[in-house]
């Protein structure tokens, strides 16, 4: 069965931390994206990558970066936690097509960050 | 601006049918995705949707009308599991994937 791994499902971290947040698939997609999920709201996409060390800017990418290093493996980095980042975190995974965002996603079961 | 409405919340009963509305304002049109998100777990994909008409998969249907702007996810003869909320989401004109904020359904026995 196809997998999509976050590291973790809760993460208090506090104001001013670096934050590295971990997802791992094992379904050798092209296609690795970092969403933020917060109520009432929409997915937001943060950053993006279609290939090993490729990566895109989302709609929200302020305050984060991204690192893939391995084509399973994509990280989403909080340079300097602030409050306004607590949220649920969701990583996701798809095999690649016309473009980035036409093929169905697998998704994880999320992180929820808070930071204090 | 662009815009995906859906209802925030629904209540069904156990074996009954109810529908799901889209509605979307973008800036062209691909493809429009269902997903199923229950509370606490990943969303997972139903659907996509890029011809006009009604698809069906078991329980769950989902129709398209592009010169409406408009889709719905109808599920028939409810089950307690399908209590979670369902994401619309829309392709654009530039590929760009729009998300709608979900409706959470309730369903009651």
């Known amino acids: 069965d196809v997998k999509v791994t976050q590291s973790s499902r809760y993460l208090v971290k506090r104001t001013g931390e670096k934050v590295f947040l971990e997802c791992v698939q094992d379904?050798?997609?092209?296609?690795m994206f970092w969403y933020r999920q917060d109520p009432g709201l929409g997915l937001r996409l943060i950053y993006f990558?279609?290939?090993?060390?490729?990566?895109e800017k989302g709609d929200i990418p302020e305050g984060y970066s991204v690192s893939r290093e391995k084509k399973e493996r994509f990280s989403l980095i909080l340079e300097s936690a602030s409050t306004n980042q607590t949220s649920m975190y969701l990583c996701?995974?798809?095999?690649?097509?016309?473009?980035?965002?036409?093929?169905?996603?697998?998704f994880g079961d999320g992180t929820r960050l808070s930071i204090l | 601006g662009q815009n995906i409405d859906q209802p925030t919340e629904m209540t069904a009963t156990e074996g009954a049918i109810v529908q799901i509305n889209c509605t979307y304002q973008?800036?062209?049109?691909?493809?429009l995705f269902w997903y199923q998100q229950h509370a606490g777990e990943a969303p997972t994909f139903l659907s996509y949707?890029?011809l006009d008409g009604l698809e069906e998969k078991g329980r769950f249907s989902s129709f398209l009308s592009r010169s409406k702007g408009y889709s719905y996810l109808l599920l028939k003869e409810l089950q307690m599991k399908d209590s979670a909320s369902y994401l619309c989401?829309?392709?654009?004109?530039?590929?760009?994937?729009?998300w709608g904020a979900g409706t959470k359904l309730i369903i009651k026995p």
């Open positions: 379904m050798d997609h092209e296609n």
């Open positions: 990558s279609y290939d090993v060390k490729m990566k």
């Open positions: 973008t800036s062209g049109f691909n493809g």
């Open positions: 996701a995974s798809s095999k690649p097509g016309q473009s980035h965002f036409n093929q169905p996603q697998h």
């Open positions: 949707n890029v």
């Open positions: 989401a829309v392709l654009d004109s530039n590929y760009q994937l729009i």
